[in-house]
């Protein structure tokens, strides 16, 4: 690799190592600055005491909320960034969810880019990340061009038949479009994959797939323990500079073009860390929307119960319903999409209940099958991400939290309808960043937008940002593969635009 590169990508996450996928056959000189190692292939990696009630892989690190309380946020520095910890649901947005829609508390605007547009890149996306599922089951499934090329991964007997209780009360159940090989996840041992971290155990991560992809061409490099601190902008506009300390040593890069990684926080902290003279907001920050409109979706765990029934699965996270996705079934507003959890066991709850005995927790899950139901949070210029010194200031100001509270009553009546007679729940933490997005939306208007609809800063040629924060709505469905296939979009207008001549 010449001294320096041609390209600086900042994160090796689901829009890091996307983008340097889609750019490595273009022969550009790519670095990729990741902040974190690589996960290693450890027993705490399927041990649940180690993970839920030790939190062995949280990061030391605090963030803190409007008010000046401190709370640690779950969010991972690590090769292959979150996804190393994912649930793995590899699913498009609705075709309505690129329209403008109405919701209970207010409107969830249109993208400046229509579904068709991303299209063919999801397909493409869903090729790289080996993704497992099967048409024609869910009545808002958006147009796919192609099937998926692999099988679902199959329900375990007891979740099968909650499949047909379900079906047999007019739900809607459809397979999970899922990256994971199970033979190869379960020969490692018998655990859900959700929260658990993979170390190319057979879980489709960002590292396992597009970074593995990048890397098998000599032109691409990746650079572990490079955490960026600042970009430098030039009297010109373009950025001149990345500035990152590796080893305790401050060191500099002067690529031509930056592709910025870092997550949806971490990118917007970034932007505003870098301020000058000439930006006094931060960088890319002429709309001053840099850090606002964060967006992180309502979810709750819905746990079912019944003493006649007996949940004896490892796994469990193979279907979801959409049935109150675009509307409350009844003609109401749209409330969210339903997924299972993957599984909850007395050791997980324990980690969140410590004062009740991990034996009796053991004896209530073995009973139980858990869901997870999640609706949209609409964007807000008020929730937003700011930096005080050296803190990261999380003020999320939660919205549309009735439509959740409908959908889990909702939930709840279906599970009791089918036979379930306790059925519990209870809101996710409001300070578990894991569905981060919004803070560096893409848009058509200058001043609107940090970035244009190919992730491009309106005020920095050379400047892109691909990863959760260019999103500019949360829909109800996880975000990782609509991450994954603007990141290939993007790599195929760099490609053309900026790389060809
Ligand atoms: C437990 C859990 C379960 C989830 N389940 C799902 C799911 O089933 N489906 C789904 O679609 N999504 C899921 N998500 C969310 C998904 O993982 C994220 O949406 C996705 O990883 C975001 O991609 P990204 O590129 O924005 O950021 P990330 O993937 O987090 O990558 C950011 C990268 O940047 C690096 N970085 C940060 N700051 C710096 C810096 N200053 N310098 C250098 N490097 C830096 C980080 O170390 C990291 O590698 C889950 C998340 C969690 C935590």
């Given at each position: 690799m010449s001294r320096q590169p041609d390209i600086v990508i900042i994160?090796?996450?689901?829009?890091?190592?996307?983008?340097?996928?889609?750019?490595?056959?273009?022969?550009?000189?790519?670095?990729?600055?990741?902040?974190?190692?690589h996960i290693e292939d450890r027993p705490?990696?399927?041990?649940?005491?180690?993970?839920?009630?030790?939190?062995?892989?949280?990061?030391?690190?605090?963030?803190?909320?409007?008010?000046?309380?401190?709370?640690n946020p779950g969010n991972y520095y690590n090769v292959g960034g979150n996804s190393k910890?994912?649930?793995?649901?590899?699913?498009?947005?609705?075709?309505?969810?690129?329209?403008?829609?109405?919701?209970?508390?207010?409107?969830?605007?249109?993208?400046?880019?229509?579904?068709e547009e991303l299209e063919p890149w999801y397909g493409l996306a869903e090729t790289l990340y080996q993704v497992r599922g099967t048409l024609g089951e869910d009545p808002t499934e958006?147009?796919?061009?192609?099937?998926?090329?692999?099988?679902?991964?199959?329900?375990?007997p007891a979740i099968s038949k909650v499949r047909a209780r379900l079906k047999a009360k007019g739900v809607h159940p459809f397979s999970l479009p899922l990256g994971v090989d199970i033979e190869r996840w379960l020969a490692k041992g018998k655990t859900p994959w959700d929260a658990h971290p993979n170390s190319f155990d057979g879980k489709m991560d960002a590292e396992t797939t597009a970074l593995a992809a990048?890397?098998?061409?000599?032109?691409?490099?990746?650079?572990?323990?490079?955490?960026?601190?600042r970009l430098e902008a030039g009297p010109d506009g373009r950025i001149a500079a990345v500035h990152y300390m590796r080893n305790g040593e401050a060191a500099v890069l002067r690529p031509k073009l930056v592709i910025l990684s870092a997550g949806a926080v971490q990118s917007a902290v970034l932007l505003l860390r870098s301020a000058n003279d000439s930006n006094p907001n931060g960088l890319a920050n002429r709309s001053d929307q840099v850090g606002?409109?964060?967006?992180?979706h309502n979810s709750t765990a819905v746990i079912a119960m019944s003493p006649w029934f007996r949940n004896d699965s490892v796994y469990q996270k193979t279907f979801g319903f959409n049935d109150f996705y675009l509307s409350d079934g009844e003609g109401g507003p749209p409330l969210g999409n339903v997924q299972l959890l993957g599984r909850i066991s007395g050791t997980i709850l324990k980690g969140s209940m410590p004062a009740v005995p991990e034996w009796l927790l053991n004896r209530v899950t073995a009973h139980s099958i858990d869901f997870y139901a999640m609706s949209e949070d609409l964007p807000s210029p008020e929730s937003r991400i700011m930096v005080d010194g050296n803190r990261i200031v999380l003020k999320w100001v939660r919205s549309n939290w009735e439509a959740h509270e409908r959908l889990v009553a909702k939930l709840k009546q279906v599970l009791r309808s089918a036979g379930f007679p306790v059925v519990v729940s209870r809101a996710f933490d409001k300070r578990t960043p894991s569905h981060q997005c919004g803070t560096v939306r893409i848009g058509t208007d200058p001043k609107q937008a940090p970035l244009d609809v190919f992730c491009r800063a309106f005020d920095h040629q050379n400047l892109f940002v691909v990863d959760a924060g260019f999103l500019p709505t949360s829909a109800a469905v996880n975000p990782a593969l609509t991450i994954a296939a603007q990141a290939l979009r993007v790599a195929d207008h760099i490609a053309r635009k900026d790389l060809a001549a």
């Amino acid at each position: 690799m010449s001294r320096q590169p041609d390209i600086v990508i900042i994160g090796s996450g689901v829009g890091g190592a996307t983008v340097a996928a889609g750019l490595a056959a273009t022969g550009a000189e790519i670095l990729i600055l990741e902040a974190g190692g690589h996960i290693e292939d450890r027993p705490e990696n399927r041990d649940q005491r180690a993970i839920f009630q030790r939190g062995h892989f949280r990061p030391d690190e605090t963030w803190y909320e409007a008010d000046g309380t401190g709370f640690n946020p779950g969010n991972y520095y690590n090769v292959g960034g979150n996804s190393k910890f994912y649930g793995a649901v590899l699913t498009r947005y609705r075709r309505e969810d690129f329209d403008e829609m109405q919701h209970l508390d207010g409107v969830s605007p249109a993208w400046p880019i229509a579904y068709e547009e991303l299209e063919p890149w999801y397909g493409l996306a869903e090729t790289l990340y080996q993704v497992r599922g099967t048409l024609g089951e869910d009545p808002t499934e958006p147009v796919h061009s192609q099937p998926y090329g692999l099988k679902p991964v199959a329900d375990e007997p007891a979740i099968s038949k909650v499949r047909a209780r379900l079906k047999a009360k007019g739900v809607h159940p459809f397979s999970l479009p899922l990256g994971v090989d199970i033979e190869r996840w379960l020969a490692k041992g018998k655990t859900p994959w959700d929260a658990h971290p993979n170390s190319f155990d057979g879980k489709m991560d960002a590292e396992t797939t597009a970074l593995a992809a990048a890397l098998k061409y000599q032109n691409v490099k990746l650079q572990t323990g490079s955490r960026v601190t600042r970009l430098e902008a030039g009297p010109d506009g373009r950025i001149a500079a990345v500035h990152y300390m590796r080893n305790g040593e401050a060191a500099v890069l002067r690529p031509k073009l930056v592709i910025l990684s870092a997550g949806a926080v971490q990118s917007a902290v970034l932007l505003l860390r870098s301020a000058n003279d000439s930006n006094p907001n931060g960088l890319a920050n002429r709309s001053d929307q840099v850090g606002r409109n964060f967006m992180n979706h309502n979810s709750t765990a819905v746990i079912a119960m019944s003493p006649w029934f007996r949940n004896d699965s490892v796994y469990q996270k193979t279907f979801g319903f959409n049935d109150f996705y675009l509307s409350d079934g009844e003609g109401g507003p749209p409330l969210g999409n339903v997924q299972l959890l993957g599984r909850i066991s007395g050791t997980i709850l324990k980690g969140s209940m410590p004062a009740v005995p991990e034996w009796l927790l053991n004896r209530v899950t073995a009973h139980s099958i858990d869901f997870y139901a999640m609706s949209e949070d609409l964007p807000s210029p008020e929730s937003r991400i700011m930096v005080d010194g050296n803190r990261i200031v999380l003020k999320w100001v939660r919205s549309n939290w009735e439509a959740h509270e409908r959908l889990v009553a909702k939930l709840k009546q279906v599970l009791r309808s089918a036979g379930f007679p306790v059925v519990v729940s209870r809101a996710f933490d409001k300070r578990t960043p894991s569905h981060q997005c919004g803070t560096v939306r893409i848009g058509t208007d200058p001043k609107q937008a940090p970035l244009d609809v190919f992730c491009r800063a309106f005020d920095h040629q050379n400047l892109f940002v691909v990863d959760a924060g260019f999103l500019p709505t949360s829909a109800a469905v996880n975000p990782a593969l609509t991450i994954a296939a603007q990141a290939l979009r993007v790599a195929d207008h760099i490609a053309r635009k900026d790389l060809a001549a």
